[in-house]
């Protein structure tokens, strides 16, 4: 079984407003990520999108599931 950890280490936030995050994780989860990366540019170019495109097709897709109602509840978490 692959060893997939990741864990936020740091956030410094920054005078213009932005932040930079800082993560530690496994050697197995970094390679993961990169290549999640690298299929993403490939669908977003397939589909002539860009990354920020699908990011802002993701963030609404997730904020119309919202307005669904839950079929479980969160506490039972």
Not at 7 to 20: F, I, P, R, Y
Request: proline share 1%.
């Amino acid at each position: 079984m692959t060893n997939l950890y990741m864990e936020l280490a740091g956030v410094k936030d920054h005078e213009d407003g932005s932040a930079t995050y800082t993560f530690d994780m496994t050697k197995a989860m970094s390679e993961e990520c990169g290549g999640l990366g690298i299929k993403l540019i490939l669908y977003c170019g397939i589909a002539g999108i860009s990354t920020n495109e699908a990011f802002e097709l993701i963030i609404k897709r997730g904020e119309y599931l919202m307005q669904e109602p839950l079929l479980f509840d969160l506490e039972d978490e």
